[in-house]
């Protein structure tokens, strides 16, 4: 008898249409996504009251937070009204970001799934209010090791887990010769994009830096530095499609918010590109080779000359396995057998 398709119902932010990738990759598995709520999307006063409100606050009392609290309560509603209008049983349900609903309307998902998992691909540190929502769940993961280590004796549902790489898109051996970065405009990493791109530039090094930039008035230091400023950012699927066609990526982390593995840093493993990051991290995992990662640290720049010419060593396949979205799934919903990442 075949084997009825399994149910999942998926929150998730919209956070560059990652989500269609993941849904892609769900049904290539033979999960059915039949309930979405997508958050982080751009965010629409219901009414001129909510606005005046927020900016009443904002500028008489100093809550800079009032219209993350409007957020919220809009995600909620959404999510109770979709609730309210199906009947259907969910197998799994999956929340990433869970703090971006009301405990009480993820209250009323979980009364509908077998099984309940969270994911937090941030930092608790930044977000510290999503510890509030931990024992919700059948399971929680956090991808920061130390927001797992900090928490895993206080609660026995929480796992550690890293990102993954989407493994349904077929992997075409381009390289485009390209160091390729993209990234929205944060002004405390700015100077050291500007620093490695500028090098890049004089050493005569190919290059494609991209800032998404959205403001009219551009900085000065972004008009005399070596990089494209982009208004529109790309798609998930977009970018994946330059990272696939580029000879190394660029990323950089910002320490003060978490130690995690950003999905750059999986993107580099599957497309087999090399990465020049300044996440220290990188170096404790099974998959790291000095030929593939050359961690920055701003004392080092004129090493990347030399990493850029060592030849990529390829990665163990059972290694590689072990981070793709398949196994990534595969955990989270406690489908055995799977890999487990023991970095942790």
């Given at each position: ?39 982080d999307k751009t965010f629409k006063y219901k009414s001129f009251k909510e606005q005046s409100t927020n900016f009443l606050r904002k500028t008489v009392f100093g809550d800079k937070q009032y219209k993350d609290k409007l957020r919220v309560i809009h995600h909620s509603e959404e999510l109770e009204h979709q609730l309210s209008e199906t009947d259907i049983e969910f197998d799994y349900g999956l929340v990433i970001r869970p703090d971006y609903f ?243």
């Open positions: 008898m075949q084997e009825r398709t399994k149910k999942v119902a998926l929150l998730i932010p919209h956070h560059f249409e990652l989500y269609k990738a993941i849904i892609s990759n769900l049904e290539k598995l033979g999960f059915s996504v039949v309930f979405i709520i997508l958050t009301t405990i009480s309307s993820l209250e009323k998902l979980k009364k509908k799934c077998v099984l309940f998992c969270g994911y937090q691909w941030d930092g608790f540190k930044r977000y510290p209010k999503i510890i509030d929502y931990i024992t919700l769940f059948d399971r929680f993961f956090a991808f920061d090791e130390n927001d797992y280590h900090k928490h895993k004796d206080f609660y026995k549902n929480i796992f550690p887990i890293t990102n993954f790489y989407i493994d349904y898109l077929p992997r075409n051996p381009v390289n485009n010769g390209q160091v390729f970065f993209l990234g929205s405009y944060i002004p405390e990493r700015m100077d050291q994009v500007i620093k490695v791109s500028d090098f890049f530039n004089e050493k005569g090094i190919p290059s494609s830096i991209n800032v998404v930039f959205h403001k009219s008035k551009i900085p000065e230091e972004l008009t005399q530095a070596s990089i494209n400023l982009i208004k529109k950012p790309l798609s998930y699927l977009e970018m994946l499609d330059r990272v696939s066609k580029c000879g190394c990526m660029l990323e950089f982390h910002n320490k003060e918010i978490h130690e995690g593995l950003s999905f750059r840093v999986f993107e580099a493993l599957y497309f087999k590109k090399k990465l020049i990051t300044n996440n220290v991290s990188v170096k404790d995992y099974d998959f790291f080779h000095p030929n593939n990662f050359f961690i920055w640290n701003e004392n080092n720049t004129g090493d990347i000359e030399n990493f850029l010419r060592e030849e990529y060593v390829d990665m163990d396949e059972h290694v590689l396995r072990k981070y793709s979205f398949t196994n990534w799934i595969s955990i989270i919903f406690n489908i055995k057998p799977y890999q487990a990442i023991q970095n942790y």
